[in-house]
């Protein structure tokens, strides 16, 4: 019989994550960990907790995964990122779960949003749900086809009935300010190229002063104020309000990009 339940993770320089999230699924029957020549610990790290590891050049998040998916043999596949753990609660639910034949094909998870160390419940980010346990054959990851190198995004197709666990999928996002700024920065970059193909390049001065000004403060009055986000304290504060200027820059670069500087 194929063994029941599979993990798979991509994994690039993850040295810092990757042990702590392979020891909360210890349990599963085969862990599969694609890895894109990292430099770090990663792979000894990997290793030591019996997966079996794969060297590929990054082909995209989606592709990744998928290739992760494929390697699995197990009848049932967990999918993680390498900073996601799961609760103890939720180790127990899915290891009491899956031997019993359950009647859903795919389970969302509740992803609990940890930024600079604090569990993040309000402004939309919880409960989160991710769509990340899979009958293996019936679930692959989707994305643009203009865009594999997406950072964040990328969903699961899958076929059949689907349910939600009941506890927490632990998300390790941002411990650090720096780190969050300079993810931001590179996400902006990538989602300006969507709106670039979108044709959002906000042309006209009301369309520029609109997105680059208007856009972003609305998103934070809505998730800041009327989304309660100020309930999550001085890191509720920094989350929302730099992620409002994420949503400016991607704006203004869309527009940088796609405008030749005039002659002085």
């Known amino acids: 019989m194929p063994p029941m339940l599979s993990v798979a993770i991509i994994t690039l320089n993850e040295e810092e994550n990757l042990g702590r999230t392979l020891a909360s699924v210890s349990f599963a029957d085969e862990i599969i960990v694609i890895d894109s020549n990292s430099t770090d610990r990663t792979v000894e790290i990997a290793e030591s907790f019996g997966a079996k590891v794969f060297q590929e050049p990054w082909q995209g998040?989606?592709?990744?995964?998928?290739?992760?998916?494929?390697?699995?043999?197990?009848?049932?596949?967990?999918?993680?990122?390498?900073?996601?753990?799961?609760?103890?609660?939720?180790?127990?639910?899915?290891?009491?779960?899956?031997?019993s034949n359950p009647p859903a094909d795919a389970y969302f998870l509740k992803r609990r949003n940890l930024f600079l160390g604090r569990w993040i419940k309000h402004g939309g980010y919880y409960p989160d749900p991710k769509l990340r346990l899979f009958r293996r054959a019936a679930a692959n990851f989707t994305s643009s086809p203009k865009f594999q190198d997406r950072p964040v995004h990328e969903t699961i197709s899958f076929d059949g009935s689907s349910a939600t666990l009941d506890y927490d999928l632990i998300h390790h996002a941002y411990p650090t300010l720096e780190n969050y700024l300079e993810h931001m920065d590179r996400y902006s970059t990538l989602g300006a190229k969507l709106l670039i193909a979108n044709g959002r390049t906000s042309k006209s001065w009301l369309a520029f002063y609109w997105n680059v000004l208007f856009v972003p403060h609305w998103t934070f009055t809505w998730n800041y104020i009327f989304r309660l986000g100020f309930l999550d304290g001085r890191e509720g504060l920094l989350l929302h309000l730099y992620h409002s200027a994420y949503v400016s820059w991607k704006y203004a670069k869309a527009w940088h990009t796609t405008h030749a500087p005039r002659g002085r």
């Open 61 to 99: 998040f989606a592709a990744q995964k998928n290739s992760a998916i494929a390697k699995c043999s197990g009848v049932w596949v967990l999918s993680l990122d390498a900073d996601e753990e799961l609760s103890p609660e939720l180790r127990t639910q899915i290891r009491t779960l899956l031997p």
